[in-house]
């Protein structure tokens, strides 16, 4: 990384978690993550999931037809495990690059998880043949049981499910998608394990449970992990300020029109595709650990998942962001995370 302060020069990097969505979203979100990133992991969980290589392969050809700023841009496409899997389509996939890896969602722990899995001894012996052809596992790390309070299912699905997990498949990659909670990042640094990472999104570095709540409910902050207590914001920043290789970027960006969000029952996700890169490297600044942003942005992950550095080069430059107050598509809207607040980095 090359940095006076007022210009940083760092390998493009990659959003290991993003959400783009179909059609007419699709088409209006993905030039923001084309500016940013040269690769993204697309997530799964559409209406009618990506449970097989064809469904991918269809996904994967809408995106790039999409592409309108970068026609270098590589979408990572991912499996949605179901009890059903077929593990010879799961090996097809992998061994052709058709999937990165596989997405375990218990069932109806966030949006359109409603297929996800019940009980995870059910794919068992999915995971020992990931384990086997070295197919990384990436987790919605949340206990779905109603009784267990919502600020807790993180914390729980470590001690549940995740540690058993483990100890039953040692060498099984796992990427503990967004997380939240210090719980999280010890137990993440603790293993110090090449089998084992995490992800933190833009949005669970910067705010806590209070900005959702101060002045009045924010329905556009409700995302799912929930944000926290400020003690586990504090945990992440410093999670990224260590210089700890088993951490990377996951902007979780997941649109959905302000219709849905205000709902009587709002969807969870928040839309930073805007911004993302612009909000980590405030955070990195106000951390004293822009010699470690690099590394986070654009070398951890692909080093996680065995893939090639990019060579591509982004620019960042100290100069005032006006973050859009809406993204219009047709007669909806989206709001984008921190809509008309002003950063104090842009892009070149």
């Not at 084309?34 to 799964?44: H, K, L, S, V």
């Not at 910067?206 to 207590?229: A, V």
């Not at 990195?284 to 893939?307: Q, R, T, V």
Request: charged fraction near 20%.
């Amino acid at each position: 990384m090359m940095s006076n302060f007022k210009k940083i020069k760092i390998i493009k990097p990659d959003d290991w978690h993003v959400h783009i969505r179909e059609n007419k979203i699709l088409k209006k979100v993905l030039p923001y993550t084309e500016m940013f990133y040269q690769r993204a992991i697309i997530m799964p969980n559409l209406k009618e999931p990506i449970i097989d290589c064809k469904k991918a392969l269809s996904y994967r050809s809408k995106i790039i037809q999409s592409c309108k700023l970068n026609k270098k841009f590589q979408p990572l496409m991912i499996c949605y495990l179901t009890k059903e899997t077929s593990l010879k389509e799961l090996k097809y996939g992998f061994l052709k690059k058709i999937f990165i890896g596989s997405k375990l969602y218990l069932n109806n722990s966030t949006t359109n998880a409603n297929t996800g899995i019940n009980k995870i001894n059910d794919i068992f012996h999915i995971l020992e043949f990931m384990q086997k052809i070295k197919m990384p596992l990436l987790i919605h790390g949340e206990e779905n049981n109603p009784n267990i309070d919502i600020y807790d299912r993180e914390s729980k699905f470590i001690d549940n499910i995740l540690e058993p997990l483990r100890k039953k498949f040692p060498e099984l990659k796992i990427i503990l998608e967004h997380i939240t909670t210090k719980e999280s990042v010890s137990y993440i640094e603790e293993n110090n394990s090449p089998y084992l990472a995490g992800t933190i999104t833009p949005h669970h570095l910067m705010l806590n449970r209070n900005n959702m709540f101060f002045g009045g409910i924010h329905p556009n902050l409700y995302c799912l992990p929930i944000l926290k207590r400020n003690t586990h914001q504090i945990a992440l920043r410093k999670a990224i300020s260590n210089g700890n290789k088993n951490f990377f970027l996951g902007s979780d960006s997941a649109p959905h029109f302000y219709k849905n969000k205000i709902n009587s029952i709002g969807c969870a996700g928040i839309f930073n595709a805007p911004s993302s890169l612009l909000c980590y490297v405030s955070v990195f600044e106000e951390m004293n650990a822009l010699k470690y942003f690099e590394d986070f942005c654009s070398k951890n992950g692909p080093n996680f998942y065995n893939l090639p550095i990019n060579k591509e080069i982004i620019t960042l430059v100290k100069k005032p962001f006006k973050v859009p107050s809406k993204i219009t598509i047709g007669k909806n809207f989206i709001i984008p995370f921190l809509s008309n607040k002003v950063l104090q980095w842009s892009i070149l």
